[in-house]
């Protein structure tokens, strides 16, 4: 049974860097099979995906975080990481790391982290 684990500051001041790292269990992070998503959510506004890392280290982004954004992986850990750069408070939210389905619904991923809530402020 796959476990994701988001680990991570819960503050962050504007400007500076926000780095999340999610610990999987019960599941390699390069097994072809699946891919691995970070999404955060907003209250009221529902979840957006931000990014994928694919089993063989292959990244996508949503256009919108794509100059801030990085995804990465240390396979030795079973762990994947998130950067997001020049942070706002607009960025404010709570993270989630999931696995993601072939389709790459957000609404489709079975196996989620319990998310970590993060605030942008001075």
């Known amino acids: 049974q796959v476990q994701l684990q988001e680990s991570g500051p819960g503050l962050v001041n504007p400007s500076q860097t926000l780095s999340l790292t999610c610990t999987v269990s019960g599941g390699s992070i390069i097994m072809n099979y699946y891919a691995w998503s970070w999404i955060r959510q907003t209250p009221g506004k529902g979840p957006e995906w931000m990014g994928v890392i694919l089993q063989d280290g292959t990244t996508y982004y949503t256009p919108s975080l794509k100059s801030r954004i990085s995804i990465s992986r240390d396979t030795s850990k079973n762990q994947f990481s998130l950067q997001l750069v020049s942070m706002n408070p607009e960025d404010t939210a709570v993270y989630y790391c999931?696995?993601?389905?072939?389709?790459?619904?957000?609404?489709?991923?079975?196996?989620w982290g319990q998310g970590t809530q993060v605030t942008v402020s001075s």
């Open positions: 999931a696995r993601s389905s072939r389709s790459n619904f957000v609404s489709d991923f079975a196996y």
